[in-house]
């Protein structure tokens, strides 16, 4: 036994103040990641409404509902596609949960918008990290369209719709309410936030991390994946591409990890990144969580599978071993 996983056991005094100290971190930082989102949200939530006053929202919705239907989804879900895609799933939230969704809608979006969201930044750190865009971004993109159709046809009947801040949003009445509903969506994201940043912070400080990392082992062998590639699974996996971006390519480059080991990693990363707290979040307003993991992981699986031999057909990087890549 280690002198960390004995002072954790025998519940000593240091133990105690690392514990106190880990919480304080999490705390923190999950308090000032929701500032941030809260900074996107909140603006997009009150653009929904001007949109809906004003009318563009239906005729948004009118021009979309033919494209929509494949996915057995109401024309106004391309705005949340569109904006999950070029912006984050926080501000694609604050979109769906002011149009009218069944569970099924919500959770259909939710796989689709977590497959493909933040795409110009997140295609910008796997570029980095040795994938290039002309790999990453088709490869998500016709996932998040197969996700959605497929999941469209095999998940049960839709149900009543949830009960949103879109649902009481046609007249002069219905601000309060409208208002109420989107606060307590924001207050469940942010509860799951700083949670999730206290747990994260707790793993680091007594090494859940490095025993995570351990135990990808088995998985990333079946799946194809370099050993050494282990902690940048784990830290996608976790924390995401977008917040996990300076750890993602520090260890790329610090391990000499070349483009072809990173290329399954970052395949498989592009549809499973940030597989807890994203999905939670999405739980939080409706969604299945059943349903969004158990898809993510098996759009992920079969993407990889389809897509990896043929990227190694037409792309044979050079310098093995070589982070070079270029958007």
Known sequence: MTQRESEMKNGSPETVK??????????????????????VMIPTMVLVQILKVTGLLSSM??????????????????????????????AAIAVAVNIPLTVKGMTILAIMVLIAHNLIVETAVQSQSG???????????????????????????????LVQAGMAADGVDSWGQILIANMISLAKIIVIIISLMVVMDLSREFGIMDQITAGLSVPMKFLGM???????????????LAYGAGLIIEETRQNN??????????????????LIEDTLIFVAVGASLGWIVLGRLLVGYLMLKISLPLVRYFWKPEGFGSNNAKL
């Open 18 to 39: 690392r514990v106190v100290l880990s919480v304080r971190r999490g705390v923190f930082s999950g308090v000032f990641t929701s500032w941030d989102l809260l900074k």
């Open 61 to 90: 919705a009118a021009a979309a509902a033919p494209l929509m239907d494949f996915f057995g989804l109401p024309g106004e879900s391309a705005l949340v596609l569109i904006t999950g895609g070029l912006v984050n799933i926080y």
């Open 131 to 161: 994938t290039p865009a002309w790999i990453t971004l088709p490869v998500r993109i016709s996932a998040a369209i197969f996700a959605g159709l497929f999941f469209a046809w095999i998940m049960p009947g839709g149900g009543d719709v």
């Open 226 to 240: 370099d050993r050494r590639t282990s902690l940048v699974t784990a830290v996608g996996l976790l924390l995401g």
């Open 257 to 274: 990890i070349g483009k072809s080991e990173i290329l399954p990693t970052n395949i498989f990363l592009g549809t499973n990144h940030a």
